[in-house]
């Protein structure tokens, strides 16, 4: 495997879409790995900071509809 961007030996990969990266071009961002409702019926959720991010894949703000699935 090489760096998704310039082909030297990777790093890591991509928490988001699993591109490898070196570490000259490997970034990093939030995400959000688990909601649950907490106490007093509040909704909660766990994000985690700095994971690996390739810097090409496109995370999105807002959940996308798949009615599809159903």
Same mark, same amino acid.
């Given at each position: 495997?090489?760096?998704?961007?310039? +082909? &030297? +030996?990777?790093?890591? !990969?991509?928490?988001?879409?699993?591109?490898? =990266?070196?570490?000259?071009?490997?970034? @990093?961002?939030? @995400? %959000?790995?688990?909601?649950? =409702?907490?106490?007093?019926? /509040?909704?909660?959720? %766990? !994000? /985690?900071?700095?994971? =690996?991010?390739?810097? &090409?894949? +496109? #995370?999105?703000? &807002? #959940?996308?509809?798949? #009615? &599809?699935?159903?």
């Amino acid at each position: 495997m090489k760096c998704w961007h310039c +082909e &030297e +030996e990777p790093r890591a !990969a991509c928490c988001f879409c699993g591109r490898f =990266v070196c570490k000259e071009h490997l970034k @990093t961002m939030s @995400t %959000l790995i688990s909601m649950f =409702v907490g106490a007093n019926n /509040v909704p909660k959720g %766990l !994000a /985690v900071a700095n994971v =690996v991010w390739c810097g &090409e894949c +496109e #995370p999105q703000p &807002e #959940p996308i509809s798949m #009615p &599809e699935l159903y």
